[in-house]
C-alpha cells in the first residue's frame, strides 16, 4: 500500500522535511488501525517505530496515573515517535486516540537498515526533526512558565449558597460550595477524583446523556441542553479535570462526586451561555445538570463506565502480555529442561511448553475479565433515589438509557429491576474477582519468573531475565530480578482491593450501597497499575529473557527425574535400580545408562530430543522389549 501523495506533502509542509525525502523514507512502512481509546505507546516502554498519522487525532500526555496531563493533539500529518531518530530512549509520554487513527509506522529495524543505504537523506530527516522537538519543548517551556505565573494571580471570589449557609468560592473554581464542603470534610487520602479521568469521563457520558433525553421530554430548553453537552464534551476531550477536587475517600455513597461534576458543567455552561460562575438562575447544578437524576442512579452508572473505559486498556496490556509470551514460547520450542512439582524434579519438557503455558493462563485471565466487564453493562439510569424513579419523566429511564449508548458506544442495558440494580453491587464484585483471578495468574507466572532465573551460579539459572539495575548496595554484581518482583507487589495489592470490593458490597443496607466510592477507586486504581504492571512486564522483562540452553539441557541429563522418561523403555525395576544408584553416588542418570548398555548413546540421545521427550509417543519395539 502507498501513501497519497497530498498527506505526504502535508507532512512534508508541517515537518520541513522534503517531499521527496519523505517520500523515499515512507516507502519502508506499513498501515496501523488503531481503534478507539487505544494506546500507540505508553510511557517509559522502548521506541519501537517512527511513523506519520495518516488519519484521525493523537492524545500525547504525560503520567502513568490515572490523572495524565494532556500536553499536545497531534493532528494527521505529524510525525509520532521520530524521537527513534535521535536516540534508543524509552518514550517520555504516551500516546493514545480518543476515536481511533489509522497511522503509517516503519520498524526500529528497518530505520537502522535505511541509515545504512541512505545516509543522506535519514541525516536530513533527522536534522528537521531535531528542530521541530527543540520548537516543541520551547512551546512547552513556555506554557510551563505561563501556567506558574498565572497560579499566582487572584481573580476575587463569589458567594454561593446552600442548604448549610454562605461560603466564598474563587472564581477560578469551576467547582462550587458543595464540592467545598467536601474537600473539607473528606481530608483523606489526598487521591481525588481529578486523578482518575476515566471516572470524569463517565460523569460526563451520563450528564450529557441526561441532558439529552430530559431536552427530549421537554424538561430542558435548547440552550441549557447545549450547554450542559458542550462543557461534557470539554471534559471528554481532558479539559477542567484539575477542578475534580473530591477525595476519592468519602462518605455519602458518591454524592459530593456528583455535585463535584454538577458544579464544574454548570459553571462552564454558564459561562458557554454568556454569564459568570456562580449565576445558577439561569443554569442550575441541581436543577438542570442533575435533572432526573439521584447520585445513586448517576454515579454508579458514571463508575461503570469508567471501569468499561478502563478495562479496554487493561486487556489491551494483557494481551501483549500473552503475545509476548507466545513469541517466547515458539523461540524457547527447542530447549529442553526439567519440570517440576512441588519444587522437585518431575519430568523432562521444553520451555516453550512452559511458557506456552503462560500465555494459555493470561488468554484465559483476558476471557474471565471481559465476561466480568460484561456484568456492567446493565445499568440503573432512571432509578433516581432507590430505583422507584421519583422526580424523572415517564419514559425517562429507557431513553436515557438509549441516549447513553450513542454518547458512550457501549451496548448498555437498561436493568430489569430497576431497585435491585440501585442496591446491588454484585456486579462490581464480579468485576473485581475476574480481576484478582488475573492477578493471581500473572504473579504466579512473575514467581516462576525469579525461580527460573535465581543465581547465577547458586540457584536455577535456566533463564536470564534482562539486567534493569543494580541490585544491592552492599553486594558488588548483584542484578535483581525488579521487574518480576514489582509486578507481584501490584497483583499482591489488587488480590488485597478484591477483599475491600466484597465488604463493601456486602455493606449495602436496604436501598443502597453507601461504600460505592471505596468500590470505585479500588477497582479503577487495581486495573490502572494491573495494566501498567503487563506493559512493564512485558517491555522490561519478557522481550529481553534469554534461556541458558546448557544449563536447562544439563538439568535433564543429570536429574533422577530423566528416570521416569524410561520407565516404558527399561521397565520400572532398572530404572528405579538406576535412580537409586545416581542419588547414591551422585552419578548423571544418562552416564549411567550409557555404562550399563541399557541404551546405546544413539538412543539415549534420540529420545532426549525434544519432541521425543515432550508428547506422547510410541515407543519403538527394538526397546519396547
Known amino acids: 500500500m502507498q501513501i497519497e501523495r497530498k498527506k505526504i506533502e502535508q507532512a512534508a509542509q508541517v515537518s520541513g522535511i522534503s517531499v521527496e525525502d519523505l517520500s523515499a523514507f515512507l516507502a519502508e512502512g506499513t498501515e496501523h488501525k488503531y481503534a478507539a481509546n487505544e494506546w500507540l505507546f505508553q510511557e517509559s516502554t522502548p521506541r519501537q517505530w517512527a511513523g506519520m498519522l495518516l488519519e484521525g487525532e493523537i492524545e500525547i ?33 504516551g500516546a493514545f486516540t480518543r476515536n481511533g487513527a489509522t497511522v503509517w509506522q516503519i520498524s526500529r529495524d528497518k530505520l537502522s537498515l535505511y541509515r545504512t543505504k541512505n545516509p543522506e537523506i535519514y541525516y536530513r530527516i533527522v536534522s528537521r526533526v531535531a528542530v521541530n522537538i527543540n520548537r ?6 513556555d506554557q510551563l512558565y505561563q501556567n506558574k505565573e498565572e497560579s499566582g494571580q487572584i481573580s476575587g471570589f463569589r458567594l454561593e449558597h446552600d442548604s448549610l449557609g454562605q461560603r466564598e468560592i474563587s472564581n477560578q473554581a469551576y467547582y462550587g460550595v458543595q ?18 479521568e476515566h471516572l470524569i469521563e463517565g460523569l460526563a457520558m451520563v450528564k450529557k ?17 447545549w450547554a450542559i453537552c458542550d462543557s461534557c464534551d470539554e471534559l471528554l476531550k481532558g479539559r477542567l479535570h484539575e477542578h475534580f477536587t473530591v477525595d476519592m475517600f468519602q462518605g455519602g455513597a458518591g454524592t459530593s462526586t456528583n455535585m463535584n461534576a454538577n458544579e464544574v458543567i454548570a459553571n462552564r455552561g454558564l459561562e458557554l451561555m454568556g454569564h459568570n460562575k456562580g449565576e445558577y438562575t439561569y443554569l442550575h447544578p441541581n436543577d438542570h445538570v442533575n435533572c432526573s437524576q439521584s447520585t445513586n442512579d448517576a454515579y454508579p452508572t458514571a463508575i461503570k463506565l469508567a471501569v468499561l473505559l478502563a478495562n479496554r486498556n487493561l486487556t489491551r496490556a494483557m494481551r501483549e502480555l500473552q503475545q509476548a509470551l507466545e513469541k517466547k514460547a515458539e523461540e524457547f520450542s527447542d530447549v529442553l529442561k526439567m519440570g517440576r512439582t512441588e519444587n522437585q524434579d518431575a519430568v523432562p519438557m ?5 511458557f506456552s503455558a503462560y500465555a494459555v493462563m493470561i488468554s484465559s485471565a483476558i476471557r474471565a475479565v471481559e465476561r466480568g466487564a460484561d456484568e456492567l453493562m446493565d445499568i440503573n439510569m432512571g432509578a433516581t433515589a432507590i430505583g422507584t424513579g421519583i422526580n424523572s419523566p415517564p419514559g425517562y429511564a429507557d431513553l436515557v438509557t438509549k441516549k447513553l449508548v450513542e454518547v458512550s458506544g457501549f451496548e448498555l442495558r437498561r436493568a430489569r429491576n430497576l431497585v435491585e440494580a440501585t442496591q446491588n453491587a454484585g456486579a462490581f464484585v464480579q468485576m473485581s474477582a475476574s480481576l484478582k483471578r488475573a492477578a493471581v495468574q500473572i504473579s504466579k507466572i512473575c514467581n516462576d519468573l525469579r525461580w527460573l532465573s535465581s543465581g547465577p551460579r547458586c540457584g536455577l539459572g535456566e533463564i536470564n531475565l534482562p539486567p534493569m539495575q543494580p ?10 530480578p525488579v521487574i518480576p518482583e514489582v509486578v507481584n507487589q501490584i497483583c499482591y495489592q489488587v488480590m488485597g482491593y478484591d477483599a475491600v470490593v466484597s465488604m463493601a458490597a456486602e455493606a449495602s443496607e436496604l436501598e443502597l450501597c453507601m461504600a460505592e466510592p471505596i468500590i470505585a477507586y479500588d477497582l479503577l486504581h487495581g486495573m490502572m497499575i494491573l495494566k501498567n504492571a503487563c506493559v512493564t512486564l512485558v517491555s522490561r522483562c519478557i522481550t529481553g529473557l534469554e534461556a541458558n540452553r546448557a544449563i536447562c539441557r544439563k538439568y535433564v541429563e543429570n536429574s533422577i527425574g530423566l528416570v521416569t522418561a524410561m520407565v516404558p523403555v527399561i521397565g520400572y525395576e532398572q530404572s528405579a535400580a538406576i535412580a537409586k544408584e545416581a542419588l547414591k553416588t551422585g ?20 529420545m532426549l530430543r525434544p519432541e521425543n521427550m515432550t508428547d506422547p509417543r510410541e515407543i519403538p519395539n527394538s526397546q519396547a522389549d
Open 61 to 93: 500526555v504525560r503520567g502513568l496515573h490515572g490523572s495524565s496531563r494532556h500536553l499536545a493533539t497531534m493532528m494527521e500529518g505529524s510525525l509520532i515517535s521520530e524521537g527513534l531518530f535521535l536516540d534508543d530512549d524509552a518514550h517520555a509520554n
Open 136 to 141: 516543541r519543548m520551547r512551546l512547552l517551556s
Open 179 to 196: 464540592t467545598l464542603r467536601a474537600m473539607e470534610n473528606f481530608a483523606i487520602s489526598g487521591v481525588f477524583v481529578r486523578n482518575f
Open 209 to 225: 446523556a441526561a441532558a439529552m433525553a430530559n431536552h427530549e421530554l421537554g424538561r430542558l430548553d435548547d440552550a441549557k441542553m
Open 350 to 354: 521444553t520451555l516453550g511448553q512452559e
Open 471 to 480: 541490585g544491592s548496595s552492599i553486594m558488588p554484581g548483584k542484578v535483581n
Open 587 to 606: 552419578g548423571s542418570v544418562y552416564t549411567l545408562l550409557l555404562e550399563k548398555g541399557l541404551l546405546s548413546q544413539e538412543q539415549l540421545d534420540d
